[in-house]
């Protein structure tokens, strides 16, 4: 987690094996790099053991891409399908104990500080909607609650896709599913409104079929963890199995899906808005210059 680590010790460059010398010499580690760019450098997730069309991966991809730091960034998971991509990237990973990665991600954000103070040390929580929501839901809510400088990311594929099909807090209601014979009966559950409750500072729902939103909520909420708060980010990434998918309409349902209930929404606080523009130069968040007043009839 370190441009260091990410470069040759001397003399060793002709030992390593092709796979590492791409990633040193072609990777995105210590440049600034966009998914606009995506085809023309190694990136950090290439390789990994998803299902063939899965929406979950895309995502993932985009955003290890829109990482600001990718080579001081930690990622933390837990049990679930998102795992299996996430622990073969070029970045640390942590895997934690079923429901405990926004805790074990707490002290290691606060370890980080202490060890390397002021330089920048992004801890990055992924995890699914059942890991997030369900069995993770309490220390996910009390980091949120204790300002924890982290961004917490949900893989929200709307079932435990991993285990055959359950329905999850996240599953809508009436869905029907392999392990839900007779429809989930309640509602889905409002993280969205819960992370603004909690006072995150920044909340974001997306959908994978557009990399540059993707990059952008990304990269703000990256950001305004490091010094402003607790972030969160709820991204749509259907499950094309148990929701019986084609693999070729995946991002069809994404569109459709964000058309009828998962709409782009973007929180900011005005602390992490002033923060973004004077640490990072966003220009958005300037303050819109006021509008001349109406010319009353008959004034010269």
Known sequence: MSLDYVKFSNGFEKFMPKEYRDMVEHGPFGKKISVSQMGSFKEVLEEHPMC??????????????????????????????????????????????????????????????????????????????????????????????????????????????????????????????????????????????????????????????????????????VLIAREVGATYIQAYTSCNIEYAIPTDKVMEDAKTVENDRYAFSEYISDEAKQYLTERYGYKEFLPKPAAPAAAIPGKA
């Open 52 to 221: 063939a069309g899965c929406a979950m991966t895309l995502f993932i991809r985009l955003a290890m891409i829109a990482f600001p730091n990718p080579e001081d960034t930690i990622t933390v998971g837990t049990a679930g399908c998102g795992r299996l991509a996430i622990s073969q990237a070029a970045i640390p990973f942590v895997y934690g104990n079923y429901g405990d990665q926004n805790g074990v991600a707490s002290g290691l954000s606060r370890g980080l500080r202490l060890r390397f103070g002021d330089k920048p040390k992004d801890v990055v929580v992924m995890a699914g909607d059942g890991g997030t929501a369900d069995i993770g839901f309490q220390q996910v809510l009390h980091s949120w609650f204790r300002k924890e400088r982290f961004t917490t990311i949900m893989l929200d594929n709307e079932v435990y896709g991993n285990t055959g099909g359950q329905e999850s807090g996240m599953t809508n209601r009436g869905a029907v599913l392999k392990m839900a014979p007779l429809g989930k009966k309640f509602e889905k559950m409002d993280m969205v409104q819960m992370a603004k409750v909690a006072g995150c500072a920044y909340v974001a729902t997306v959908v994978p079929n557009n990399p540059r939103r993707v990059e952008s909520v990304i990269k703000k909420a």
